[in-house]
T-cell receptor, first 112, second 114 residues
Framework: DGGITQSPKYLFRKEGQNVTLSCEQNLNHDAMYWYRQDPGQGLRLIYYSQIVNDFQKGDIAEGYSVSREKKESFPLTVTSAQKNPTAFYLC???????????FGPGTRLTVL | GQQLNQSPQSMFIQEGEDVSMNCTSSSIFNTWLWYKQDPGEGPVLLIALYKAGELTSNGRLTAQFGITRKDSFLNISASIPSDVGIYFCAGLSHPGAGSYQLTFGKGTKLSVIP
């Protein structure tokens, strides 16, 4: 079954703790993206990766980190340096030359 | 950075009515994408537009790439209750060699009254 998997669906963490959100895809897409969505807002780009072992900062990268060791996986770590981490996090992928991004189901992170 | 103005912000319509929403910008885009997002889910791609003036349909949905490349609209005909959700536009631009940027509108929240 092809697609993009994000886990977990809901995540709760205490303030000051780092947390890692998972994004896995079996679409064989080269590019992967992380977005943050807040209520009533559009999607804001955190990080993206066009190829394995390479990634670039998006518009709101501060307080986040990523890795791209495998084509299928692009985990996002929300660090304690992120001032307002509670949000809905969306992972997306894009096939080479496609210009169309496809989204995973999202992870809702709540920091208590 | 680039901004997309998506309107209306929200709308309430009667089942069976047609719906129209649009995105405008002062910047030029090479591709326009329209997504629908259900509550608590990721956005689903509805329509992709690649050429200025292009008009594309997907069932009851029709979208157009504005001739100036600075705007796009989405129409939904004969709305049904399952059309409820948030619709996002996204514009793709190429700010530099080998790079591109996807900018999202803030969404149009559609409510359908049975």
């Amino acid at each position: 079954d092809g697609g993009i998997t994000q886990s977990p669906k809901y995540l709760f963490r205490k303030e000051g703790q780092n947390v890692t959100l998972s994004c896995e895809q079996n679409l064989n897409h080269d590019a992967m993206y992380w977005y943050r969505q807040d209520p009533g807002q559009g999607l804001r780009l955190i990080y993206y990766s066009q190829i394995v072992n390479d990634f670039q900062k998006g518009d709101i990268a501060e307080g986040y980190s990523v890795s791209r060791e495998k084509k299928e996986s692009f985990p996002l770590t929300v660090t304690s340096a992120q001032k307002n981490p509670t949000a809905f996090y969306l992972c997306a992928t894009e096939g080479q030359g496609s210009n169309e991004q496809f989204f995973g189901p999202g992870t809702r992170l709540t920091v208590l | 950075g680039q901004q997309l103005n998506q309107s209306p912000q929200s709308m309430f319509i009667q089942e069976g009515e047609d719906v129209s929403m649009n995105c405008t910008s002062s910047s030029i885009f090479n591709t326009w994408l329209w997504y629908k997002q259900d509550p608590g889910e990721g956005p689903v791609l509805l329509i992709a537009l690649y050429k200025a003036g292009e008009l594309t349909s997907n069932g009851r949905l029709t979208a157009q790439f504005g001739i100036t490349r600075k705007d796009s609209f989405l129409n939904i005909s004969a709305s049904i209750p399952s059309d409820v959700g948030i619709y996002f536009c996204a514009g793709l631009s190429h700010p530099g060699a080998g790079s591109y940027q996807l900018t999202f509108g803030k969404g149009t929240k559609l409510s359908v009254i049975p």
